[in-house]
């Protein structure tokens, strides 16, 4: 997951810069992760269902996960088996959505239905439009832990080479030479490796903070 995560971060870091200020809907980050809604069919309880149906290229585990505590803040949860029923109210009406998630090939397939031939669609794709931010925010957050973790790890390598070399001349010229100038070789490395950690973090939280 994150040498994934990584590449495809990378791309929409270089994509940005090439591109300038575009929509966060048609990003590259959003292109990659998830595809356009389109129509389906499911069958809840043997019985089929018009569904609108979104891929998505993140783990099960993180899909499941997030839309469990995003149907908990719409509304009433229930889950049987891989299917969620929530019941949405709001205004005095209620909507009530059934999801079904699976896994085709490398991507995991979100179908979403009102049981009533999508008379409401637009309710379906504006829960769609906003579980793509929220995983979107989630992968990006993911992403900034790891640089972080690599930061710190990275920081400590440094730090503990600072404290182990010797510092007076007089023995960096004599036997320590070559074990002196290979640790201050090594620092420099690491220096430059921390300089690119921190670019890259304070790009990352740019592009997490575009999205709202």
């Known amino acids: 997951m994150i040498s994934i995560m990584r590449l495809i971060t990378l791309f929409i870091l270089i994509s940005s810069q090439s591109f300038g200020n575009i929509n966060y809907k048609n990003s590259p980050l959003f292109k990659l992760l998830f595809t356009y809604p389109f129509e389906n069919k499911i069958e809840i309880d043997e019985i089929p269902h018009e569904a609108l149906s979104v ?35 709001s205004k005095g009406e209620k909507v009530t959505i059934f999801s079904l998630i699976k896994k085709n090939k490398n991507k995991i397939q979100v179908n979403i239905s009102d049981a009533q031939k999508l008379e409401n669609k637009n309710t379906i794709e504006t829960i769609i439009d906003t579980f ?23 920081d400590k390598k440094q730090n503990r080479i600072i404290r182990n070399n010797p510092k007076k001349l007089e023995m960096n010229v004599g036997i320590m030479y070559n074990i002196y100038q290979k640790n201050e070789s090594k620092k420099v490395g690491l220096k430059s490796s921390l300089e690119t950690l921190y670019k890259e973090l304070e790009e990352v939280k740019a592009e997490y903070n575009k999205i709202k």
Do not use: H, M
């Open 132 to 154: 793509k931010i929220i995983l979107a925010r989630r992968f990006l957050n993911d992403y900034i832990k790891k640089i972080e973790k690599d930061i710190s790890r990275t």
């Open 55 to 89: 891929e998505i290229l993140l783990p099960k585990k993180i899909v499941i996960s997030e839309i469990e505590t995003f149907y908990k803040d719409l509304g009433d949860l229930e889950k049987n088996k891989k299917i969620f029923k929530c019941e949405i109210k």
